[in-house]
Nanobody, 122 residues
Framework: QVQLVESGGGLVQPGGSLRLSCAASGSIFSIKHMAWYRQLPGKERELVAVITSTGTLKYVDSVKGRFTISRDNAENTVYLQMNSLEPEDTAVYYC????????????????WGQGTQVTVSS
């Protein structure tokens, strides 16, 4: 019904930049908030940044001033611009969105992307 497809991960040197994208498609009536999480091996998934439908932004303290979340409502896409990357940012990054689905009835559910690897290393 709804898919989130991420792109933009990869290998980058410390101090470098990457831009992640996540496009939602399917039977979408509206998208509530959109967010980026990350997960290191053996660790719990951590909320990195969130943007609400009204544009309110929140970031985890460790990325404030370095990462910027944005969204294109017309394209149902959320972005994460990551600057001044550090080795500690190495993780699998997931996008997540609360989406109101329109099929036979309307309902709101949480959807996740498949994850994209970000590796920060020299």
């Amino acid at each position: 019904q709804v898919q989130l497809v991420e792109s933009g991960g990869g290998l980058v040197q410390p101090g470098g930049s990457l831009r992640l994208s996540c496009a939602a498609s399917g039977s979408i009536f509206s998208i509530k908030h959109m967010a980026w999480y990350r997960q290191l091996p053996g660790k719990e998934r951590e909320l990195v940044a969130v943007i609400t439908s009204t544009g309110t932004l929140k970031y985890v303290d460790s990325v404030k001033g370095r990462f910027t979340i944005s969204r294109d409502n017309a394209e149902n896409t959320v972005y994460l611009q990551m600057n001044s990357l550090e080795p500690e940012d190495t993780a699998v990054y997931y996008c997540q969105a609360n989406i109101e689905v329109s099929v036979l009835v309307h309902y709101t559910a949480s959807f996740w992307g498949q994850g994209t690897q970000v590796t920060v290393s020299s």
